[in-house]
């Protein structure tokens, strides 16, 4: 079956570097989304990879590698805004969206 | 402003009695989804359509029905709720799967509780 891993809670401090990472076991992949969710609103996009290596957006940051199956979504300089969910979605080889449940993330001051 | 506009955002309602979520979208898009979210579950897909009068099931359709009627319109029709069908509700729309990013617009959302 297909499968999307990702840890369920993370705690971090204001200021700090934190990585959430997100393994997959897919039927091909077409891609390797994350999305940001605050409580109680819509998933919002943060970044897409499809080839390996790490795609550097201001402050977040995407990893991937397909051999692996493993990507992870770097956030640096930690705000409290930062507290929200993380969703890792993969793209499979018939362009359907396989969600993993999300990562919870604590900012603490 | 791009968006996609799902409608209403909060029901409460019973046990049989049919309803429709709206669901319209301004960006030309081809491709729309319906999603649920429950705790601890994540998205789950109910249906999607890749166009026009195109639909098909995603992973959890028992229960739904939907249409493709119009190119900004996706909406999602409950014909007899129970209460396993309480949850979050996304609309969300890209271009095609595959075309560039794909990278999902959401709604809001519509949180329904069956009574």
């Known amino acids: 079956g297909q499968n999307i891993d990702q840890p369920t809670e993370m705690t971090a401090t204001e200021g700090a570097i934190v990585q959430i990472n997100c393994t997959y076991q897919?039927?091909?992949?077409?891609?390797l989304f994350w999305y940001q969710q605050h409580a109680g609103e819509a998933p919002t996009f943060l970044s897409y990879n499809v080839l390996d290596g790490l795609e550097e957006k201001g402050r977040f940051s995407s990893f991937l590698s397909r051999s692996k199956g493993y990507s992870y979504l770097l956030l640096k300089e930690l705000q409290m805004k930062d507290s929200a969910s993380y969703l890792c979605?993969?793209?499979?080889?018939?362009?359907?969206?396989?969600w993993g449940a999300g990562t919870k993330l604590i900012i603490k001051p | 402003e791009a968006q996609v506009t799902q409608n209403p955002r909060y029901l409460i309602t019973v046990t049989g009695k049919k309803l429709t979520v709206t669901c319209s979208q301004n960006?030309?898009?081809?491709?729309m989804s319906w999603y649920r979210q429950d705790p601890g579950l994540g998205l789950r897909q109910i249906y999607y359509?890749?166009?026009?009068?195109?639909?098909d099931k995603g992973d959890v359709p028992e229960g739904y029905k939907v249409s493709r009627k119009e190119k900004r319109n996706f909406p999602l029709i409950l014909e007899s709720p129970s209460p396993n069908q309480t949850s979050l509700y996304f609309c969300?729309?890209?271009?095609?799967?595959?075309?560039?990013?794909?990278?999902?617009?959401f709604g809001e959302g519509s949180r329904l509780t069956v009574l």
């Open positions: 960006m030309n898009h081809e491709y």
């Open positions: 969300a729309s890209s271009t095609p799967p595959g075309q560039g990013s794909g990278e999902l617009f």
């Open positions: 979605a993969v793209m499979d080889s018939n362009y359907q969206l396989i």
């Open positions: 359509s890749m166009n026009v009068e195109v639909t």
């Open positions: 897919t039927s091909g992949f077409n891609g």
